[in-house]
């Protein structure tokens, strides 16, 4: 049975659930966003330096990374398992497995965290991110969610977030 702990209203709540404590998040968009957010945490580290990005996709990821993305990103297992490239019952095996992700997957899944990242900090909130990459863009030439496949389509879609921070758009 869980029970829910109200606090004040810059206190998060929490929940707690077979003696464990957990966090508790509310359906609005701010907290949601918010939630999505925390989820990136353990992955800025790798944003901070290109050796510090390098030393974690050489040590593979671990699988959950897959379900943090899959969370982050609200894309479909079929939508993952076309970026990193492998078929459905493959990404379905890494995310049982316990054995750390390749450098392949490794590296695609961490570039695709620093996007988001990229994408949360450029539209203020990951609702408005998710809406820019499903929508036609003029300065790539394409709906940006149809290039998360390739390191190279990720890095054209980061670019033009740069581009979008400093105003320089189309």
């Not at 907290?31 to 974690?56: E, G, M, Q």
């Not at 961490?110 to 996007?115: A, P």
């Not at 203020?124 to 863009?137: D, I, Q």
């Amino acid at each position: 049975m869980s029970e829910k702990k109200q606090g004040h209203s810059s206190r998060p709540e929490y929940i707690y659930e077979g003696g464990k404590k957990y966090k508790a998040y509310d359906t609005n968009t701010v907290t949601r966003d918010n939630y999505f957010s925390d989820l990136l945490v353990p992955y800025t580290s790798y944003f901070k330096s290109p050796i510090a990005k390098l030393d974690a996709i050489r040590k593979g990821l671990q699988p959950g990374a897959i379900n943090d993305l899959i969370v982050v990103t609200g894309a479909t297992q079929t939508d993952v398992s076309r970026w990193l490239d492998i078929t459905e019952p493959t990404l379905r095996k890494h995310i049982q497995n316990t054995k750390e992700l390749n450098l392949g997957i490794s590296e695609h899944i961490i570039q695709l965290f620093e996007l988001f990242n990229k994408g949360i900090d450029t539209f203020g909130s990951l609702t408005e991110f998710k809406h820019w990459l499903k929508s036609y863009n003029i300065g790539i030439d394409a709906v940006p969610f149809d290039l998360l496949d390739t390191i190279t389509g990720i890095g054209i879609i980061m670019n033009e977030l740069i581009r979008i921070d400093y105003g320089a758009t189309a």
